[in-house]
Nanobody, 124 residues
């Protein structure tokens, strides 16, 4: 079955760093682009970062650029999101998503598959 499963969320303090993982399974995801989104309570889901299959195209949300690093290990079918200097405003459910599109990856409606999400809570 085609599936995306996020992990690595949890409770952290302001200033901490966190590395999220998303494991993709199923032949559907071969050569797919992978991305990260987040959704805070009462807010719309927002794009964070995306990376295509050969790792030649990488996109970041402008307001988050410099605090995020997206990477992938194609041999393990896994995408990662390194987040640094976290603040309370980063509290949200973080989702990974997949699309066959290889460019212009910042649009939510391009993504065909979504994970269930992992909760990140930043609090002192």
């Amino acid at each position: 079955q085609a599936q995306l499963v996020e992990s690595g969320g949890g409770l952290v303090q302001p200033g901490d760093s966190l590395r999220l993982s998303c494991a993709a399974s199923g032949r559907t995801f071969e050569r797919y682009s992978l991305a990260w989104f987040r959704q805070a309570p009462g807010k719309e889901r927002e794009f964070l970062a995306a990376i295509n299959w050969p790792r030649t195209s990488i996109y970041y949300r402008d307001s988050m650029k410099g605090r995020l690093i997206i990477s992938r290990d194609n041999a393990k079918n896994t995408v990662f999101l390194q987040m640094n200097n976290l603040t309370a405003e980063d509290t949200a459910v973080y989702y990974c998503a997949a699309t066959s599109v290889q460019r212009n990856l910042g649009k939510r409606n391009l993504y065909d598959f979504w994970g269930q999400g992992t909760q990140v809570t930043v609090s002192s």
